[in-house]
């Protein structure tokens, strides 16, 4: 079985301050690991994936998060937040289940950015 | 590429009705997947369905809940006999048959039971 745990559920940083969201996973076989964020009444959008090859992934809005297998984990950073930043993060596990990849997500992080 | 669809965007139901909500996946993707979530939780995996076939349903939570593909593009998601618990988010997720499986989501419909 896999699992996903998000450490803080709310994170609160200055704008323009290191963004740090942290994710620590645990999966029996090689996983694929994803970071979706989702803003109010709306779905969840893809930032970035890990699928076995670099372990420095980089995404979309100078987002970036490194695979450390010795750690079991996959944090989320960004160097310097923005207001547009305040959301809520969820780290994914996906690993191949019965022919379908079954993704499996922590709780989430909200993220408040102070002006 | 228009993305994942899923009306309606919000319901309000009374306890005991019946619900069904609808999602349009991406034109070439031909599997898809129904989440729940609910306040302070990450999605939850409902079913999956590659083409029309169900292939995974053991995680619908009780036999009020099913979903169904016909024709292998839109699915429908059913809750009979509605409850209060079942207040939450519902997702719908479609991947492409090959490749590295990324999910990608609809804007969900949210569902209150009073």
């Known amino acids: 079985a896999q699992s996903v745990t998000q450490l803080g559920s709310h994170v609160s940083v200055s704008e323009g301050a290191l963004v740090l969201l942290r994710c620590n996973y645990s999966?029996?076989?090689?996983?694929?690991l994803f970071w979706y964020v989702q803003y109010p009444n709306q779905g969840l959008q893809l930032l970035l994936k890990?699928?076995?090859?670099?372990?420095l992934v980089k995404g979309i809005n100078g987002f970036e998060a490194e695979f450390k297998k010795s750690e079991t984990s996959f944090h989320l950073t960004k160097p310097s937040a923005h207001m547009s930043d305040a959301a809520e993060y969820f780290c994914?596990?996906?690993?191949?289940?019965?022919?379908?990849?079954?993704?499996?997500f922590g709780i989430g992080t909200k993220l408040q950015v102070i002006p | 590429d228009t993305g994942v669809s899923q009306d309606p965007r919000h319901k309000i139901t009374k306890r005991g009705q019946n619900v069904t909500f609808r999602c349009d996946p991406i034109s070439e993707h031909n599997r898809l997947y129904w989440y729940r979530q609910t306040l302070g939780q990450g999605p939850e995996f409902l079913t999956y369905?590659?083409?029309?076939?169900?292939?995974?349903k053991s995680r619908l939570l009780s036999d009020r809940f099913s979903a169904e593909r016909p024709k292998g593009s839109f699915s429908t998601l059913e809750i009979q006999r509605t409850e209060q618990g079942d207040s939450a988010m519902y997702l719908c997720?479609?991947?492409?048959?090959?490749?590295?499986?990324?999910?990608?989501f609809g804007a969900g419909t949210r569902l209150s039971v009073l």
């Open positions: 890990y699928t076995s090859a670099a372990t």
């Open positions: 999966s029996s076989v090689p996983p694929y």
């Open positions: 997720a479609s991947s492409p048959a090959r490749g590295q499986n990324i999910q990608y």
């Open positions: 369905f590659q083409n029309e076939a169900q292939l995974e």
């Open positions: 994914a596990v996906s690993v191949p289940a019965g022919g379908y990849q079954k993704v499996t």
